[in-house]
């Protein structure tokens, strides 16, 4: 069993930048791909950046420049860096392992809220 917990977001100004953390625990060995994903109220979760055991890195296209999913060197742990952040940006931010089937992914967790506004 692995967990994998959210932390980092917080009130932004836009243009500003933040880091979110998400740390994993229990069967790390099981973990293959580790993504970051974001979902406003009533709107549809999306995929936003992941990270494989590789180190390959891929980026959804409504962030790709201003996004970047990285590993720590030490602890389990999985940063997403964002820069640049807009208004839109606004969301609940999960972690979470990225099956090889979408309706296989694991449970959610609470997510970390991020609000970008002056």
């Known amino acids: 069993q692995v967990s994998l917990v959210e932390s980092g977001g917080g009130l932004v100004q836009p243009g500003g930048s933040l880091r979110h953390s998400c740390v994993a625990s229990?069967?790390?060995?099981?973990?293959?791909?580790v993504g970051w994903y974001r979902q406003a109220p009533e709107k549809r979760r999306e995929l936003v950046g992941s990270?494989?055991?590789?180190?390959?890195?891929r980026y959804s296209g409504s962030v790709t420049g201003r996004l970047t999913v990285a590993a720590a060197e030490t602890k389990n742990e999985i940063c997403l860096q964002m820069s640049n952040l807009k208004p839109e940006d606004t969301e609940f931010y999960y972690c979470?392992?990225?099956?090889?089937?979408?309706?296989?992914?694991?449970?959610w967790g609470q997510g970390t809220q991020l609000t970008v506004s002056s």
């Open positions: 229990g069967n790390i060995g099981s973990l293959y791909v």
């Open positions: 979470n392992g990225v099956p090889l089937r979408p309706e296989r992914v694991g449970s």
């Open positions: 990270l494989s055991s590789s180190n390959t890195t």
